[in-house]
């Protein structure tokens, strides 16, 4: 991103407009993986075999049309999901429902999401992703 002229924290994930600029880049879609530890949530699994880094991804379109999706396998460890906490500045007594999920055992599990209006827009080449909504919000338009 940098040899781009995009001032990208290389221990960030991609900004919106360091997406765009790969996107522009690319004529096909590709994906973006392990990202490093810290640039996403706690409950991110951090990849045992290298660690420092996340077992997640991005799938970006091409043309400039940025994210499609996201995933990433999820941490299931009750210790891990607390150090992972703190380490991210988040406060564990907010998720104790979760965390006492994790303490009775939670399977290992992975998932991703995808942006229904954003591959809609991609799918039909629209400049906007309001254009694909079947009910956008559009500034100043009121609807009833």
């Known amino acids: 991103m940098q040899a781009l002229g995009h001032p990208q924290d290389p221990g960030a994930e991609i900004d919106w407009q360091g997406e765009e600029i790969i996107s522009a880049k690319s004529s096909r879609p590709f994906f973006v993986v392990d990202y490093p530890k810290g640039s996403r949530g706690f409950y991110d699994r951090e990849d045992p075999a290298d660690p420092g880094v996340l077992r997640n991804f991005d799938l970006i379109a091409p043309e400039g049309y940025g994210e499609l999706a996201s995933g990433s396998e999820r941490e299931h460890d009750y210790a891990a ?13 907010k998720y104790g429902w979760y965390l006492d999920l994790a303490r009775r055992g939670i399977p290992a599990s992975s998932g991703f999401g995808i942006g229904l209006e954003r591959f809609t827009r991609y799918v039909t080449g ?19």
Do not use: C, D, H, I
Request: glycine residues 6%; aromatic residues 6%.
């Open 81 to 93: 999901l607390v150090t992972r906490m703190r380490e991210t500045g988040e406060n564990p007594a």
């Open 126 to 144: 629209r400049t906007a992703v309001w254009e694909a909504s079947a009910y956008p919000k559009v500034p100043g338009v009121v609807s009833a």
